[in-house]
């Protein structure tokens, strides 16, 4: 059964990257046979100490298009107490799809057997890899009930699958930028009266948080839950200490109607194109602080939790973000206090960053150095 009850046990869910396979953007922008592997490869030691690069076990540098491996990581994930993974979805201006086959393949392969739900990616995709608007290779745009037809049309065979994750019945739906979407909350109510048009109870929405550049934080009129999408809910001020919606959104909503929101993000999406830039040099975290607040963070009703294994996105982006301090122990006691915690405030999910984020060191998956120890830390914490 993929359906989360209200009430029940926390259900572990790691967030999971398709990028494991080649497509032909990729292989024009990137070179061919480009892959996310192709970075982590050739990462190297930027400092003393430095864990680069992060080697698979038994150097299994896998291909998603082989149906064997999504087989083989469904069976790994819930041998060690996993419920299930989220799938990164990538979908586009007039439709545009990219790294959609792995979830095409297993929708298709019941073997892959373990549930699922979609995080929709919906940023730019371009050659910054954070989402940048510069050098776009594809461009998110929404369109109107047109496009949003087009693609609830495209979910809906996923959102049937009897392995997509439901919470009281209805299909678990992730924006991971909700406010970069225009017409959000015309959209959001679009696809809920359409979804129980076609047969289904409704749709439970989510969003990963905090949203960068938000005018909203949450939006208890558009989404169920927000989930800490960790470690960057934890380094973000503003989505600890303001965990509501802002005061003036909601004068300016009730004043001046949903439109002029919508105006006001458009002129703001301007706005950041124009000003984005990149960080300039190599910045060091404490794992060790991350995990205290992580733990100490306060927690809303709608608060999904979240937890992340590792974090050096250095493989990507050498002036990226490296979290010094990780080791098995630490990372064992902070998500066994962490599923704790979860069970004490009736929690009925955690968000994991990542099962495979190979490229920014968050991932579940068995290296050489730890093979198995941090899937033996889940379960242990699950037991």
Known sequence: MAEIMIGSNPKVIAFYLPQFHTIPE?????????????????????FEGHDQPRVPLNHDYYNLMDDNVKVRQAEL?????????????????????LLEK?????????????????????ENWSRNWDGGNHEIIAKQEYGGKAEWEDH??????????????????????????PEQIIDIYQMTKYFRKRIKQEGLPGICLAFQYPAYYSDMYY???????????????????RAIDYPGTDR???????????????????????????????SNHLAHLSYEEAWRKILSNPWTNELLPGAFVDWDNT?????????DGFSIERFSEGFRALVQRTKEES???IFINAWNEWGEGAFLEPDEKYRYDKLKAIKKALE
């Not at 994930?77 to 799809?97: E, I, N, R, S, V």
């Not at 493989?315 to 979290?323: A, E, L």
């Open 219 to 237: 939006r208890d009129d558009i989404f169920d839950y927000r989930i800490a999408f960790e470690p960057v809910f934890s380094r973000d001020k």
């Open 248 to 278: 003036r959104v909601k004068l300016i909503r009730k004043f001046f109607g949903e439109g002029f929101i919508s105006n006001y993000r458009r002129s703001k999406e301007k706005l950041i194109g124009s000003n984005w830039s990149k």
């Open 315 to 323: 493989p990507r982006n050498m002036n990226g973000v490296v979290y």
């Open 77 to 97: 994930a819930k041998k060690f107490g996993l419920f299930g993974f989220c799938y990164y979805h990538y979908w586009f201006k007039d439709g545009k799809k």
């Open 102 to 122: 792995p979830a095409e393949q297993m929708l298709q392969n019941k073997n892959v057997d373990i549930p699922f739900c979609f995080s929709w990616a919906n």
């Open 347 to 349: 929690k009925p999910m």
């Open 152 to 177: 609830l049309q495209y979910l809906l065979p996923f959102f049937r699958d009897e392995r997509y994750i439901t919470v009281e019945g209805k299909p678990l739906f992730i924006i991971y930028k």
């Open 26 to 46: 990729n292989d024009k922008w990137w070179g061919d046979g480009f892959t996310e592997w192709t970075n982590v490869r050739k990462a190297k030691p930027l």
